[in-house]
C-alpha cells in the first residue's frame, strides 16, 4: 500500500580475514545502536507481526494476469536481504517490494505503457495524481479520468480501483480491473488483480485475486455502477484510466 522504498535496518561491522570474538554489549547499549524502520503501518519495534515467520516466503508468486505476476507481500518472511527493497523493470522503478502500487504501476507499464509517479501511499493516486507519462514518448503526459464510485461509468479491464484512506487503512489501496461480467442472470461482478490485500495464499481464480460485487441501478433514464468491498477498511474512491485519443 506504501510507494517509497523500504530501507533496512544497517548495522556497521569491521571486516577481517580473522574474526574476533564478539564483545557482549549490555541491552542498555544495543537499544540505542540499533535503528529500526518501520515497513508497513502498525510495524513498531517488538510488535507481534515481526516475531516469528509465518505463512509464505516474501516475494512468492501468488497467481499471474495478463504477462504480470503478483507476489506475497510478507516482510516477516523474507528468503535474504535481495528479496526486500526497491524493484526495477527494465531500468524503470515500479515500486517497493511488493505493495498493492508496485503491481498497478507494473501492470500499466506492461499493458498500457503508461508509467505512474511516485505517491506516498495508494489513496493518494486519486487525490494527487492527474497524469501519467507515457513510455512510448517521455516529453508527453497523459491526463487521467477519475470516475467515481457509484457514479455513472462501469468499470473496464485496466482500470485501477482507488481505495480511501480511513482509520483502519490510512495508506489507502490499489487494484486493476481484470475482467467485468455477468456471473449469473443479473449478477455483475469485477475481477481484480492486486499485491498486499490478501497474503500468504494463492489467487483465488486462474488469473484474478479477487472478486467483488458489481451493483448496478437503474432510475429513469440513468444507471449508476458501485463496489462495496467486503473488507470495511476498504471504502472504493472509484476508478481511474488515460484519457481516451491521448
Not at 488483480?193 to 495464499?201: G, I, M, T
Amino acid at each position: 500500500m506504501l510507494d517509497f522504498c523500504p530501507v533496512r535496518t544497517l548495522m556497521a561491522s569491521a571486516i577481517a580475514k580473522k574474526r574476533r570474538p564478539a564483545a557482549k554489549v549490555s541491552s542498555k547499549k544495543a537499544s540505542k545502536m540499533t535503528t529500526f524502520f518501520g515497513r508497513w503501518p502498525g510495524d513498531t519495534q517488538g510488535a507481534p507481526k515481526r516475531i516469528g515467520a509465518r505463512g509464505l516466503p516474501h516475494g512468492t508468486v501468488l497467481g499471474t494476469c495478463h504477462g504480470v505476476d503478483g507476489y506475497n507481500c510478507n516482510y516477516r518472511n523474507m528468503v535474504d536481504d535481495d528479496s526486500d527493497g526497491s524493484h526495477y523493470l527494465n531500468g524503470l522503478y515500479t515500486g517497493a517490494k511488493w505493495q498493492c502500487v508496485e503491481y498497478a504501476r507494473r501492470y500499466w507499464i506492461i499493458n498500457r505503457r503508461l508509467y505512474l509517479p511516485s505517491i506516498p501511499h495508494a489513496a493518494h493516486i486519486w487525490t494527487r495524481v492527474t497524469h501519467v507519462g507515457s513510455l512510448d514518448n517521455p516529453h508527453r503526459r497523459v491526463a487521467l479520468q477519475k470516475l467515481p464510485n457509484f457514479g455513472t461509468d462501469k468499470p473496464i479491464v485496466g482500470d485501477l480501483l482507488v481505495y480511501k484512506s480511513t482509520p483502519g487503512q490510512y495508506v489507502g489501496h490499489v487494484a486493476v480491473v481484470v475482467d467485468v461480467l455477468e456471473k449469473t442472470e443479473g449478477l455483475w461482478v469485477v475481477h481484480v488483480a492486486e499485491q498486499n490485500q490478501y497474503n500468504d495464499r494463492l489467487w483465488k481464480g486462474e488469473h484474478y485475486s479477487d472478486e467483488l460485487t458489481l451493483n448496478i441501478s437503474t432510475r429513469g433514464n440513468q444507471t449508476t455502477y458501485g463496489i462495496t468491498h467486503k473488507d470495511t477498511d476498504l471504502v472504493l474512491d472509484g476508478w481511474i484510466r488515460p484519457v481516451q485519443g491521448q
